[in-house]
């Protein structure tokens, strides 16, 4: 088995917990068979000494899966 990982970060104007959510729903979007997710760090955006939006870097993981051609041969 191969898995392959890829960084990805999500938003929310509400919590990381969301922003985190968000990162994981968008992905899975065009990302399919994601096994895994780990946030990597938190991070806001500032305005007039608010934080106005919440930012989480994640990882996401999934399987990498090969792909047979009608030929019957293993392309990757």
Same mark, same amino acid.
């Given at each position: ?42 991070? $806001? #955006? !500032? ?5 106005? +939006? =919440?930012?989480?870097? $994640? #990882? !996401? ?5 090969? +792909? =047979? ?8």
């Amino acid at each position: 088995m191969v898995y392959k990982l890829i960084e990805v970060i999500g938003r929310s104007n509400k919590s990381f917990d969301e922003a985190a959510k968000d990162a994981v729903e968008v992905a899975s979007k065009t990302v399919h068979g994601i096994i895994w997710a780990e946030v990597d760090s938190f991070h $806001m #955006k !500032i305005y007039e000494d608010k934080a106005v +939006e =919440y930012q989480a870097r $994640m #990882k !996401i993981g999934f399987e990498v899966k090969p +792909e =047979y051609k009608e030929s019957g041969h293993l392309h990757h």
